[in-house]
């Protein structure tokens, strides 16, 4: 398993910018699917992107156009970058890992193992 704390967090007003940043601890030299969910009060968590050990990148279809997830293997950390911001998008987010070569492909949370305490993204109107 590893350790996983999420940043960046904060408001935002619709059509706005926030890039959210996991910080992870432990052995990173293994296989993971690292991705973002969130989890709007009232639902459940959604997977929104992952990432393969090897580069190849998943998106849920509410954010696709609009986030981009990337990892920088020097500083073991991933990230979330999020433009064009909607009221919808609020929600806690978190950053989790599976180890293993590949994503699941519906980025299931079931399949992660590993789980950040999460990060508040709120997006005003």
């Known amino acids: 398993q590893l350790d996983l704390e999420e940043s960046g967090g904060g408001s935002v007003q619709a059509g706005g910018s926030l890039t959210l940043s996991c910080q992870i601890y432990?052995?990173?030299?293994?296989?993971?699917?690292l991705a973002w969910f969130r989890q709007a009060p009232g639902k459940g968590r959604e997977g929104i992107a992952g990432?393969?050990?090897?580069?190849?990148?998943t998106y849920g279809d509410s954010v696709k156009g609009r986030f981009t997830i990337s990892k920088d293997n020097a500083k073991n950390t991933l990230n979330l970058q999020m433009n064009s911001l909607k009221p919808e998008d609020t929600a806690m987010y978190f950053c989790?890992?599976?180890?293993?070569?590949?994503?699941?492909?519906?980025?299931?949370?079931?399949?992660?193992?590993?789980w950040g305490q999460g990060t508040q993204v709120t997006v005003s109107s």
């Open positions: 989790a890992a599976d180890r293993g070569l590949h994503c699941a492909g519906d980025l299931h949370p079931v399949h992660f193992e590993s």
């Open positions: 432990g052995r990173t030299e293994n296989y993971y699917c």
């Open positions: 990432i393969e050990h090897f580069g190849k990148i």
